[in-house]
């Protein structure tokens, strides 16, 4: 396990100390603070938690996180991944293949595609003119909708794939007895379909809570943060102070509280992935 853990502690530890490092430093992209950064101690701390803007900046993560992930990606993927089980090898084949689609595209590209698509020019703006309805600035008007939108398409794959693995693996003969017990689609699924794959939804919900938290790209190519900060998330707000503004130092505070708003999210998901019953036989 040697490799590994040198490979996690230079690539994964090392930037995490060196940004608790930073943030007690002025360090900057120029001028003397560049070369020779001053240590501030929990200045930038203190003027982290007074700072309207980084409140306003974890408010709007929470909001693209859930939107996009737990509410968007999960659920969209779980239900194409129900609705695809059953059907025959060609309709599974064209459905995933449309949903991939848009998963394995890099992030920029993906990101200018739906750039293309939600513009003021765009393509869904000459369809609605198309029908006799007003165009609209997508981006301008309802920006944090456009920005969850867009990374729900990009990431819905993932999600789909991991719930038609796990809703391969449940056991048919549980569904029939149900089936014959008299329970319909929908109770069949809630009370022996949801608790057989549990881990699998939360082992999913982790992950793409976790990427999304830091989706950067797609945000900053479709608003840039805008307009008026209204989908300015915490990894824009970092970029902007870090590296627009110079101040390194406080950018790497920023990051820190990114890092912790990431922590707390796994630590819920994980304590969720424990045993139920051996939970309940501690208390």
Known sequence: ???????????????????????????????????????????????????????????????FTVGSAVLGQNLLGMLIAVLTQHRRRWVRTAVGTVVVSAWVLPELVAAFAIYAFLNAEGTLNNLLASLGMQPQDWLYSAPMVAVVLGNVWRGTAFSMLVYQAALSEVPTDLVEAAEVDGAGALRRFWHVTLPVIRRSVLTNLMLITLQTIGVFT???????????????????????QAFELDEIGYGATISLVLLVIGGLFAVVYARSLGDPDSREGGV
């Open 218 to 240: 797609l945000i900053y190519v479709l608003t840039a943060g805008g307009p008026n900060a209204a989908t300015q998330t915490l990894p824009l707000l970092m970029y902007d």
């Open 1 to 63: 396990m040697a490799p590994a853990l040198l490979l996690l502690g230079l690539f994964v530890a090392g930037p995490i100390l060196w940004s608790i490092y930073v943030s007690f430093t002025n360090a900057a992209l120029s001028g003397a603070a560049a070369t020779d950064p001053e240590f501030v101690g929990l200045e930038n701390y203190r003027r982290l938690f007074t700072d309207p803007a980084l409140w306003h900046s974890a408010w709007l993560t929470v909001v």
